[in-house]
């Protein structure tokens, strides 16, 4: 398989403006999630899918975050009005029902 | 899920076995143990799991002890490469909506020296 894909890699935006990423799962994978890493901590779990049902969202998930799954395959992380506090690695895994989670690389945002 | 200690840093040298201890003293009978490690600016990369046998995969071995309130990971022989964040993590393996989503500790910091 190919892993799982995030794009864009890096982003710099200014405080207030609109971002959205974007996670490709490994194609069979069923369940997909969406983490958020700031800097020295381990990652922290915000939403959860499987299929293009998203079950879960942690209360790390303000009224600013969304995410979608629109067809079950790929994913958008979209942050509105962003604030500095934003500025992390926003991380993707998937896996299938039955087996761990494989990471994507990850998208670094910066917020000035 | 349990919570995790693990120590926040440690060296190795290259070509040495390393062992990473993780307590879990509170974890329930049906939690597995499982280990990540991220390497800088990548994502986490998944390395072995287990309930209660030892484990071994061509990464790494783990080791959980008899009553299952801590593990050793093992690196049989570390290279410059194995330089990484290693995260211990206990969760319920179920089909309940949570699977899968981990809670990560802080690690430890492993860095193998020449």
């Known amino acids: 398989d190919t892993g799982v894909s995030q794009d864009p890699r890096h982003k710099i935006t200014k405080r207030g403006q609109n971002v959205t990423f974007r996670c490709d799962p490994i194609?069979?994978?069923?369940?997909l999630y969406w983490y958020r890493q700031t800097l020295g901590q381990g990652p922290e779990f915000l939403t959860y899918?499987?299929?293009?049902?998203?079950?879960?969202k942690s209360r790390l998930l303000s009224d600013r975050f969304s995410a979608e799954r629109p067809k079950g395959s790929f994913s958008t992380l979209e942050i509105q009005r962003t604030e500095q506090g934003d500025s992390a690695m926003y991380l993707c895994?998937?896996?299938?029902?039955?087996?761990?989670?494989?990471f994507g690389p990850g998208t670094r945002l910066t917020v000035t | 899920d349990a919570k995790t200690t693990q120590p926040t840093s440690m060296d190795c040298a290259e070509g040495r076995a390393a062992n990473l201890p993780c307590n879990h003293s509170?974890?329930?009978?049906?939690?597995?143990v499982y280990w990540y490690r991220q390497i800088h600016s990548q994502g986490p990369q998944y390395i072995i799991h287990?309930?209660?046998n030892n484990e071994t995969n061509e990464m790494a071995s783990l080791i959980i002890t008899e009553d299952r309130k801590s593990s050793t990971l093992i690196l049989p022989h570390a290279t410059l490469r194995d330089t990484a964040v290693y995260y211990c993590?206990?969760?319920?393996?179920?089909?309940?909506?949570?699977?899968?989503?981990?809670?990560f500790g802080a690690g430890t910091q492993v860095v193998v020296t020449p």
């Open positions: 895994a998937s896996s299938l029902e039955a087996g761990y989670s494989r």
């Open positions: 194609s069979e994978h069923n369940r």
């Open positions: 899918f499987q299929n293009e049902a998203q079950l879960e």
């Open positions: 509170t974890i329930s009978g049906n939690e597995y």
């Open positions: 287990g309930l209660k």
């Open positions: 993590i206990v969760r319920v393996l179920t089909s309940t909506d949570s699977w899968g989503k981990l809670q």
